[in-house]
Structures are given as structure tokens and as C-alpha cells.
């Protein structure tokens, strides 16, 4: 599913989740800035990238606790009204994270949220993509998850270009009265 | 040449796609008297001044340009026809009406170089403006049926351009579908979470527009 060369693939797997130490580690407590001597305890809690606590999970070394962003309160958000959950503050790679700890964790429900998630929040790209204002960063932007900015900069630049092209040279005329400004009201 | 400009996405720029266009056949009426021109795309001529000939757009607008020759509108950039086809595409919300391929960019093509020799160029300027809106919109209202079970989209009738602008979208949001849509992810909520079949009963494609 992954491919070796998907940058934004690598940096899906930079992002954070918090793991719980099966076995006692000696000799790697960088791992954990509250660890005193150079030893990771049994039972500690840490932070640690994706990457590395998926290695740790599959030598059974590790329980994999699901981030803060798929707990229930943002599901009941979710299910409220997907367009306007912001997403981009909490996980940038919301749907890549989501993806590689389904095989990780035992939430048998993080696969259908995850699909849940995209198909209530592709009309409001679809629409807002084409839509979009050319010069302005729209607003929608602002909620989006990595994955999904890149779905809707596709749509809006493809967009762009087309009535780039349609403006360009001396095919459209400007009617005289648009350029003016409008007068205020109350001085006519 | 597809995505010289831009090699992730393979699509064509707009003024790439002009191009393209320019090799449809249109008919010119030439005002001097020329042998026939030997292309490596074909032979064209002899020119005759006041007798039609059908050569390439691109050929009919470099002629155009040094006044050569009174380019004659295809049939369907008539008001007639366009005001037709504009109802037609009213009333038929789920199905685009047939239209040259390369209408967006033909009739550009000739309100640049030949205006003179189009009856009526604001009607039908509009005309088409406002075709293109109202299938844009079919399109639109089109994609937002895409969901997961969706592998494939089938656009009967659609135009170059239209096609062009909405290809990287479509692609896009295919494959986020078909990733997210993907058996291992969601098998496992299927026998617990919900008595519908999720994934099982995969339709191999969706027909956007019936024919």
C-alpha cells in the first residue's frame, strides 16, 4: 500500500504516538526524557515516532495506545458534521497514521471511521476546490489533513490554469462598467 | 507530450490541449489562387479563389492571419444549433449532449482569430459560456457521487478540456477511495461493527452518466 519512495508516506510515519514498554530496555533511555538512568523501565509511557514503535510492536516489545485524534470525542464530532472538523491541528497525516495502526492496534472500527471521514469531507473539497478563489488561500484550507490539501490544490490548480488560458491575450473583453468602484449610497 | 509541464500529475496544460485542437478539419474559403500544399500531414489544395476547401485549424488561421482566406464556423457554432443544445442540456440533468471533442477550444480558437467571420459573435459567445457552465456543473454534481465502491468513471460525451480539468481531481480522489476502501482496512469492522456488507459486494465500475 506504502511505497518506499511516497515522501509524504515518510513523513506520515514522523508523526508521534505514545507507547506502553512491555519489557524493561536498558540503554535507551533517550527514548524517555523521564527516565533517570540510561534505561527504559517496564510499563513506561513514551512518546515515540511511528516508525519506531511499529518496529517495537512487531518484536512484541511494545502495546501501541491509539492517539488522542481517534478517540471517541472526535468521532461523535465526527459524526456530527465531517466538513467542519479540523484536522490539520490535530494530525496533519491523519489518514496515512490512521492506516498504518489499523494492523497495529485491536480497534477493529479505525478502517470504516477512516473511510467514514474521507466520504463525508470529499463533497466539501469537491465543491470548494472548484469554487475557490484564485488569488486567495481559502479559509477551508485551514481544516485540511495533508492528504487532503493535496486533493483539493489538484482541483483548484487544474482550475486556475483553465481560466488562466481563457482570460489570456485579448479573448475576453472587460465590460466598462466593471471597473469603476461602485459609488457609496449616500452621495448620490 | 502528455505532462511535459507537469510530470507527477500527467495532465495537459490548456494551451496543450489547444494545440491538440488545432488539427481538427474546419472549411476555409480562400480568396487567392495557391497550388496544393504538400504536408506530412497531408496534401491541402488546390486553392480556388471562392471555392470551399477543408483543411487543417491550424493551417485555416495561419491563412486567416495574412487574409488569405473567410473562415467558415462549423455547423454546430450556429446560434440554432447552440440555443438546441443548450435546452437539451437543461433538460437532460444526467447525460451531456454531443459536442465536437475539442468544442471548448475550437470555438476559442476562431473568436481569436476569425470574429469577423462568425455571425452574431456575442450570442453565440454566450451561448457557449454558458453550455460549458451547465455541463461543468453535470460534472460536479457527477463527482460527488464518487465513494468508496467506486473504481472507475465513465463520461459519455465529455469534451477535452472538461475531461482536463477534473482528470487530477478524479484520479486523486480515486485513489484515495480505492486505499481507504481497501479490504484489510475495513474487514474486520465488517462481522462486528455493522450488518452491511462493507466490501464485499464490489462493483467493478459506476456509470456516472447513463447512456
Redesign the interface.
Known sequence: ?SSYYDLEDLLAEEEPVSVLFRVAADGVGILDPSSEDNNVEQGAKVDLPLWLAQDLFQRQAAFINLPSYFNQRVRKEMQADPGCVDIRSRCPYF?GVG?KL??LTND?????F??YT??GR??DI??K??SAAVSSTPKVMQILSR?ET??FQ??R???T??K???ME???MERAAVLGKKRKPQGEL | MAGQSNPQ?S?F???EV?FLAEDEQIDIVPNVRMDTLHMICGDYGPFRPQIPVRVPLWLAIALKKRSKCRIQPPDWMSVEKLTQVLEDEREAPREFQPLPFHYVEIS?LL??HARDDITDPYLVRSLLEDIRDVR?HKV?SG??T???KTHAVKLKNLAA?EV??????I???LQ??Y????E???????N???SQP?ASDRVPRRTLRPR
Open positions: 500500500m489518514y492506516c489499523v494492523p477493529a472500527t479505525l478502517g470504516s477512516l473511510l474521507l466520504r470529499y463533497k469537491l465543491c476546490s472548484h492528504e493535496i486533493l489538484a482541483g490548480e487544474s482550475m490554469a483553465f488562466k488560458w481563457r491575450g485579448t479573448r | 500529475l495532465i496544460t490548456a494551451a489547444e476559442r473568436f481569436d461543468f460536479e463527482l460527488e464518487l465513494s468508496g478540456m482536463n480539468i477534473v482528470r487530477p481531481f484520479v486523486r480522489a484515495c477511495f486505499k481507504h476502501d481497501n484489510d482496512l475495513i474487514k474486520q469492522a465488517a462486528e461493527l455493522d462493507v
